[in-house]
C-alpha cells in the first residue's frame, strides 16, 4: 500500500510503502468502542465523595415526639430527607478502572489508522521541525493540505517549536507517535504524520513486533 508524501508547502514530493498489517485492517466498531470506553474509564479520577447521614454533623436526637403531633414521622437532623442532611446512595471514592487485553488495545488503534487512510485523512508529511515557534508556517501547512477541521500532528520525537505553535492553532493537537492513543485518533478529523514517525508506529504495531514478541 502506498501514499504520497507532500512537504510542509503541500507539494507532493515522493511516495511511502505502508505496512498494511497497522494501515490496512478493517474496522472492528466493537474493540474501538471498547478501547474508548476503557481509555475514558481509566482517565477518571474516582474521588468524588458525599457523606452519609452518619457523617454529617447535626445532633442525632428525635425532633419530636412519634405520635400525638399531626405531622409526618421524623428522625433526626442528619436524615437525608432534610436540609443539609445526609445524601442517600451518593458517590464514593473507588476506581473506574477497566483492563482490557494488550491485543485488543493495539488492534484498535490499527482499525483507526486504517480507516485514516480508507478515508484520506492520513497525511503523511516528510519532516515538520522548527528552531521556534511560528504558528504562521503551521496554519500554512494546514492550508497546504486542504485541512479545514480537527487534526492531530504525530512526531517522531517532540518538537518543542512545533508544539508550541500547533498549540495556539484551534483543534489541532500535536502527540508522540508512540503515543498515539483511541480518544486522541476518534477527537480528530485527520492525522498528520512525518515519515519517520510511521516507521515507528510500524514497528510498535506492526506484523515483525507481534512476531518477535511471540517468539520471545
Known amino acids: 500500500m502506498q501514499v504520497p508524501v507532500y512537504n510542509v508547502e503541500g507539494s507532493e514530493v515522493g511516495q511511502l510503502d505502508l505496512d498494511e498489517s497497522v494501515f490496512g485492517l478493517p474496522m472492528n466498531e466493537a474493540v474501538v468502542h471498547q478501547a474508548m470506553v476503557r481509555q475514558r474509564a481509566n482517565a477518571r479520577v474516582g474521588t468524588a465523595n458525599t457523606k452519609t447521614r452518619s457523617e454529617v454533623s447535626g445532633s442525632t436526637r428525635k425532633l ?9 414521622r421524623a428522625g433526626d437532623l442528619r436524615s437525608p430527607l432534610r436540609r443539609h442532611g445526609g445524601v442517600t446512595f ?4 473507588r476506581s473506574y478502572r477497566q483492563d482490557m487485553p494488550k491485543k485488543m488495545r493495539r488492534l484498535a488503534i490499527k482499525c483507526l489508522l ?15 521541525e522548527m528552531s521556534q515557534p511560528k504558528t504562521r ?14 487534526a492531530l500532528v504525530a512526531l517522531n520525537s517532540i518538537d518543542s517549536g512545533v508544539v508550541r505553535s500547533v498549540n495556539n492553532v ?4 500535536a502527540i508522540q507517535a508512540r503515543q498515539l492513543n483511541v480518544v486522541d485518533l476518534l477527537s480528530h478529523r485527520d492525522l498528520i504524520i512525518t515519515t519517520d514517525a510511521v516507521r515507528t508506529v510500524e514497528g510498535l504495531w506492526g506484523m515483525g513486533q507481534e512476531a518477535s514478541a511471540v517468539e520471545g
Open 170 to 173: 484551534e483543534k489541532v493537537d
Open 64 to 72: 419530636y415526639k412519634q405520635k400525638g403531633t399531626g405531622r409526618a
Open 90 to 93: 451518593g458517590p464514593r471514592p
Open 114 to 128: 486504517s480507516a485514516k487512510v480508507a478515508d484520506g485523512n492520513l497525511k503523511v508529511i516528510d519532516k515538520l
Open 137 to 150: 508556517e503551521i496554519v500554512g501547512m494546514l492550508q497546504a493540505l486542504k485541512i479545514e477541521r480537527s
